[in-house]
């Protein structure tokens, strides 16, 4: 039977930081559903359709891998599908609190879930999409942290373009 889990988050934007954890990702199920979260109350740089289109290009060429929007429950989608597991990424300490949090209620929700946690790699534990908006606001060079098309997206969205 085909592993599949989703992969959540806000990807305001996708960084390589993220980009690890698919990879290793890939690795361990058979598809990843990528949802991408409307998250209204974050206040997002890019809107959810902007998201949805840059990581869907930025993962155009990795096989099994699929890209959608999510305005509801996480824990509904993957009733929806017969998808068991959550993806997801531990950069540090700092996030596990919130981490558990999150993997616990949606086991409460729904008792099949499961949340997979992947290790960052130790090049990008520090990295957070805020951190590279906020250095791209700045003027600053953000090659390091996120692809160049993510980069290029982010220019022209802070020079009040849209980026669909
Ligand atoms: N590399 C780099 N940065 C990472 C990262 C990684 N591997 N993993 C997480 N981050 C960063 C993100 O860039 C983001 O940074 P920011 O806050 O500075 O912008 C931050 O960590 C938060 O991570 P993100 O993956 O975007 O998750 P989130 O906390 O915004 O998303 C959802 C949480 C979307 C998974 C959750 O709200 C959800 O499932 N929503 C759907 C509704 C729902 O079901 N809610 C109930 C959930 S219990």
Redesign the pocket.
Known sequence: MNKVAVY?????PI?Y??L??LEMGCKIFDEIIICI?E?AE?NTLFTLEERVSTVSYIVKDFDNVSVEP?T????KRMEMGGIKFILR?L?AVS?FD?EL??AL??SELDSEIVTVFLP?KHE?LF?????VREVAIHGGDVSKFVPEYVKHKIELKLRGKTCL
Request: hydrophobic share 30%; aromatic share 6%; no cysteine.
């Open positions: 959540p988050g806000t990807f305001d960084t930081g993220h690890d954890i979260a998250r974050k999510l509801g429950l996480l824990v990424g950069r996030d919130y949090q999150m209620t949606n960052g990008h990295l957070s999409s805020s951190i």
